[in-house]
Structures are given as structure tokens and as C-alpha cells.
């Protein structure tokens, strides 16, 4: 069965940092396209940013470029996000996404596999 378990969110305030981590039990991970999405609440799920097998190539939402960055360790199965410059509106329940590459972009039908969500909260 395979499984994402998301871990690193939190309260913090505006200006700051948090780390998110993404577990996946996946024998394929080192293949699959990795994401992380957000919804807030009366929100749909967006996109955040993406990285391909290799950890080479990353693609970001305009609203998150230049101060979140993704990055994986295939050898332990492992995705991160790291967002910095944290503002209030990017308060949500965060999401990690895995997919083939053949199928996984933007959005969030491109992704079959899906953590349970960790929850960043920014005060202004």
C-alpha cells in the first residue's frame, strides 16, 4: 500500500520559515514525478511546485516563486518544501502528491497518490 505522510507544519509568524517533509512508501519513488498542492479553507487545491525524478527540474506557482524551493532524497524516499518569507495568505492544509511523469504537471488530477495534508498557519 502506498502511503504519504506529510510532517513540519505549524504556526509561524509572517517573515518566517517552516520545512515540510513528505514520507512516501512507494518502490517507484526515485521515478515519480513529487508535488505539493494547498487548499484553504472555501478554497480549491492548487498547485505549489513540483520536482521531477531527478531532483533537476522544479516548477513553482507564480505566488510561491522565489521563496519556496522542493527538494527530494531518493534515497530515503523522502520530498521536501521549504518556504521562506512566509506571508498570511499562504495559510493551508499542505498536500504532497506523487505521480508519473508521463501524467503529473500542474494539476492535481495528473497525481495518484496523495499525503493526508499538514497544516501551515501564518500570522500576520
Known amino acids: 500500500q502506498v502511503q504519504l505522510v506529510e510532517s513540519g507544519g505549524g504556526l509561524v509568524q509572517a517573515g518566517g520559515s517552516l520545512k515540510l517533509s513528505c514520507e512516501v512508501s512507494?518502490?517507484?519513488?526515485?521515478?515519480?514525478?513529487m508535488a505539493w498542492f494547498r487548499q484553504a479553507p472555501g478554497n480549491e487545491r492548487e498547485f505549489v511546485g513540483n520536482i521531477n525524478w531527478s531532483g533537476r527540474v522544479t516548477n513553482f506557482a507564480d505566488s510561491v516563486k522565489g521563496r519556496f524551493t522542493i527538494s527530494r532524497d531518493n534515497a530515503n524516499n523522502a520530498v521536501y518544501l521549504q518556504m521562506n518569507s512566509l506571508k498570511p495568505e499562504d495559510t493551508a492544509v499542505y498536500y504532497c502528491?506523487?505521480?508519473?511523469?508521463?501524467?503529473?504537471?500542474?494539476?492535481?488530477?495528473?497525481?495518484?497518490?496523495w499525503g493526508q495534508g499538514t497544516q501551515v498557519t501564518v500570522s500576520s
Open positions: 502528491a506523487a505521480g508519473s511523469p508521463l501524467t503529473a504537471t500542474t494539476g492535481a488530477a495528473g497525481y495518484r497518490y
Open positions: 512507494r518502490r517507484t519513488f526515485e521515478t515519480d514525478t
